[in-house]
């Protein structure tokens, strides 16, 4: 734990202000995005442009204020979301890494999965599918906490019977 709060104090001492800007600014603006009152703010302006469609006799331009208005706001919240989708993202798997690590019986193999390709991933998936199936058949499902642990005791109760 003491090396790790070292890199943090090392890494946040050679960052610059502006370096962190867009970070700073894109979790205001996700959190602020996600609150009651951007609900009621975009709300009120949707209901300022209906009541003013008389004002302007439903025009061609009319349409395309809130059109225009509304394709530039989710383009940029695209990408504002998906900074915030990678940073939770990023925290989930290293909280799981952290579990991982931590538990006597968790495969370490398990550390940092997420770098695998999604075919690589599919055929872990199909072990922990195999072990499943193994664990089913036992007596004790927490006489096993890895695969090859699952499989050497199925084979030797194979052998015992």
């Known amino acids: 734990m003491r090396a790790l709060n070292e890199l943090l104090m090392k890494n946040n001492k050679n960052k610059r202000k502006s370096d962190n800007f867009f970070e700073r600014v894109s979790t ?3 959190c602020w995005t996600g609150s009651p009152v951007a609900f009621g703010v975009a709300f009120m302006i949707v209901m300022a442009w209906v009541f003013s469609g008389p004002i302007f006799n439903y025009s061609d ?13 989710t383009f940029l919240m695209v990408f504002l979301i998906q ?4 940073k939770d993202s990023k925290a989930i798997q290293l909280k799981l890494n952290e579990l991982i690590a931590a538990s006597r ?4 193999r398990m550390v940092d999965i997420e770098d695998l390709s999604e075919a ?3 055929i872990l998936r199909k072990y922990y599918q195999k072990l499943s199936d193994i664990a089913e058949e036992d007596d004790d499902i927490h006489q096993s906490h890895s ?8 084979e030797s109760k194979k052998i015992k019977k």
């Open 28 to 30: 205001r603006i996700t």
């Open 61 to 73: 331009t009319w349409q395309l204020v809130i059109n225009t208005g509304t394709t530039i706001i």
């Open 83 to 86: 900074k915030s989708q990678n």
């Open 105 to 108: 019986f968790a495969s370490n």
């Open 120 to 122: 690589e991933l599919d």
């Open 147 to 154: 695969i090859d642990a699952a499989v050497d005791l199925h």
